[in-house]
């Protein structure tokens, strides 16, 4: 059972009362510039791989004191729920750091790693993007081929029977029930009906989640599902609703949360604090099995640039270091497919995360936000870095180094970063796979990143 | 003069309680204060610059805010009615049905805020007819709504729909935004203005107002 779950619901009616705006603008920013200020914590940009375990410790301390002073809020009961010190420490010492994740003999061991682990990350394949209802089965079958794929988080669907979804609808649940069938048909049909499946992005509300828990053709508990936050630290009776089915009906439960670089959590700093206390935070609230990290830049909405891979960096050692707990590291890049700059990015992301002790979730293109733009091979080839990192033994020092030179290719590049081309244009979608000269690209990148120090397998 | 230099600097710094008390030495000693409000204002322009180069973050700016809400307590009791300091327009926003995505939307009031507008945020996840009840309530000039995900851009659609069959549509300017939209998508919903994001939609709706005066 997750960790108290029903005392703390109940805190959700039963906390303190705030004013949203006063828990945003005035008890978060306040504690957040107040815990900075006290264990010193500071952003490098000459070293976004930071080898500093006092600092790495610094963050984790900083989003530990954050967190217990902060609590979470209820935007629907307008209450902070909140945790005491002796809970949080007992909800730590009793999380797994392992579980096993998927059926027979697709299953997969999806654990804590140390900060320069020579254990590869567990990397799930996911494009974090909407495609279109034609394509959707062809993009799953896709991404299902990739090798290194130890769990998928599919596309999602942008439109049902030729419709456009739109949330809180009918068409949300059919959208979201015709996603859980595909993935689950293309699964069986690429020879992997076991495979966790991280599901279904589409179902955006409760009820559309609710809606695809059905063991045969949909949702597994031997599957992973995802409840997230709002921005910062709140959440809403919809989100404690999918929390507590997940724990009811099994399933792998994740905490989603981006903190937004420049917002309420402030610069590198904060976000890299904020985004470690998200860690207790779905330890705590959702009682999640595993974080999934998504900080990102709030003008460029990625976090490959400099000063976003040093967050990543640094809260994934702070976790790391200081708990056992499973997280995982979702790379948000600034361009989209078939550009070198695309590689880069991706196997910057991957560098950083995986010395650094995280599990890789990768990779969503094209600012997360342009439909179709998303495909396996850049997933592949950060998969690919992730694995051979962490088999060479690479140090943070060493990656630092070598994500300094990838930033150096496409640092500039950040602001007019090209839009790519689609998932169409780029594969042959009937047979699933890359178009030649797509594949000419990621061997010719492959050939770059391993000029810089990558060892990679294959 | 040199106290107003201090107050300036005092809000960029998000000091209120220093803000307070030389607000207070500016009224006593008899300041224009229209003027002081528009050095005042010109300065928290700047601090937007500074936001939108990432140079500061959001906390700074809010501090900023809250420090420039502190000094117009002070003044406002004392702008006789016909001195006192017209709202630049009415903006109703909120983000689409099923979106809880905020800071776009956050971001957006804040800074029509700053720049002198009257803003009744709805916040997130807004029923289509709610927005259309409180800018009529709020008599509106603009109806602002964000969309963060593709499965609730169409309940931005759906607030420009209920105008037209309420025969309201020529009562508010609709401008729409957020990460997943275009302005190809908001000229074939009917929207009067777009923008990705929270900085250009504070320039949008100033030249939607300032093309119906």
Redesign the interface.
């Known amino acids: 059972m997750a960790y108290r779950q029903w005392e703390i619901m109940e805190r959700a009616s039963t906390g303190a009362f705030m004013e949203e705006k006063d828990f945003l603008n005035k008890r978060i920013t306040s504690k957040m510039r107040a815990v900075i200020k006290e264990y010193g914590v500071k952003f490098d940009p000459a070293h976004p791989v930071p080898t500093d375990d006092a600092m790495a410790d610094a963050v984790w301390q900083a989003a530990w004191d954050f967190f217990r002073d902060v609590g979470v809020y209820n935007q629907d009961t307008h209450r902070v729920i909140e945790f005491s010190e002796e809970e949080m420490r007992e909800a730590l010492y009793c999380a797994p750091s392992s579980y096993t994740v998927g059926l027979g003999k697709d299953s997969r061991v999806f654990g804590h790693r140390t900060v320069e682990d020579p254990r590869p990350p567990f990397v799930i394949f996911s494009p974090d993007i909407t495609y279109h209802e034609a394509d959707f089965f062809q993009a799953c079958v896709a991404y299902l081929k990739e090798p290194l794929l130890d769990a998928i988080c599919s596309p999602l669907l942008e439109d049902f029977q030729g419709r456009a979804i739109q949330s809180k609808t009918p068409f949300e649940i059919g959208g979201s029930m015709e996603h859980a069938m595909h993935l689950r048909s293309a699964a069986r049909l690429m020879g992997v009906p076991g495979i966790c499946m991280i599901a279904v992005g589409t179902a955006e509300t409760d009820v559309a989640q609710l809606s695809v828990s059905q063991p045969d053709w949909g949702i597994r508990p031997s599957d992973g599902r995802l409840v997230s936050s709002i921005t910062e630290m709140m959440t809403n009776n919809a989100m404690l609703n999918k929390g507590a089915h997940y724990q009811m009906y099994g399933s792998f439960s994740g905490n989603l949360t981006g903190t937004i670089y420049g917002a309420y959590a402030g610069g590198a700093e904060g976000t890299a604090i904020m985004q470690a206390a998200y860690h207790l935070m779905g330890l705590l609230l959702y009682g999640c099995n595993f974080q999934q990290n998504f900080p990102f830049h709030l003008k460029h909405g990625s976090n490959t640039g400099r000063e976003m891979l040093w967050v990543v960096s640094m809260y994934s050692q702070a976790v790391s270091r200081n708990t056992h707990l499973v997280q995982d590291s979702n790379g948000f890049a600034n361009a989209g497919p078939g550009t070198d700059m695309l590689f880069y990015e991706a196997a910057a992301h991957s560098i950083a995360s995986t010395v650094s002790g995280a599990n890789l979730w990768e990779t969503a293109p094209a600012r997360n936000k342009h439909a179709n733009h998303g495909t396996p091979l850049e997933a592949r080839l950060a998969a690919e870095v992730g694995h051979a990192v962490a088999r060479q033994g690479m140090t943070r020092a060493q990656a630092d180094e070598v994500v300094n030179l990838l930033l150096a290719k496409y640092e500039a590049h950040i602001p007019d970063a090209p839009l790519g081309q689609t998932f169409q244009e780029l594969y042959d979608v009937a047979k699933a796979v890359p178009k030649t000269e797509y594949l000419d690209l990621y061997y010719r990148a492959k050939e770059d990143i391993a000029a810089l120090g990558v060892e990679f397998l294959y | 003069m040199e106290t107003i230099k201090q107050l300036k600097d005092a809000m960029v710094e998000g000091d209120d309680a220093r803000c307070a008390e030389l607000a207070r030495e500016i009224v006593a000693a008899g300041a224009d204060l229209r003027a002081v409000i528009a050095e005042l204002a010109a300065e928290m322009e700047e601090v937007g610059r500074r ?1 939108e180069e ?1 140079e500061i ?4 700016v ?2 900023s805010a ?1 420090a420039m809400t502190a000094i117009m307590a002070v003044f406002t009791p004392e702008l006789s009615r016909d001195t006192a300091v017209a709202t630049k327009g009415t903006v109703v926003v909120g983000t689409a ?7 776009g939307k ?2 957006v009031a804040l800074f029509l805020q700053i720049a002198g507008f009257e803003v009744v945020d709805l ?2 996840d807004v029923d289509a007819l709610d927005f259309i009840h409180e800018a009529e309530r709020a008599n509106a000039d603009v109806i602002g709504i964000s969309s963060l ?7 931005a659609t759906e607030v420009v729909t209920l105008l037209k069959d309420k025969g309201v549509r020529d009562r508010f300017k609709v401008v729409v935004g957020g ?2 939209t275009s302005q190809e998508w908001a000229d074939k919903i009917g929207a009067d203005g777009w923008a990705e ?1 929270s900085g250009g939609a504070i320039d949008v709706i100033k030249e939607l107002i300032s093309g119906r005066d």
């Not at chain 2, 995900?149 to 309940?155: K, N, R």
């Open positions: 936001f990432m973050f959001l906390p700074e809010l501090l809250d049905r099923g979106d809880m995505h905020q800071i956050d971001l916040g997130t995900m593709t499965t609730t851009m169409p309940g990460a997943p994001e």
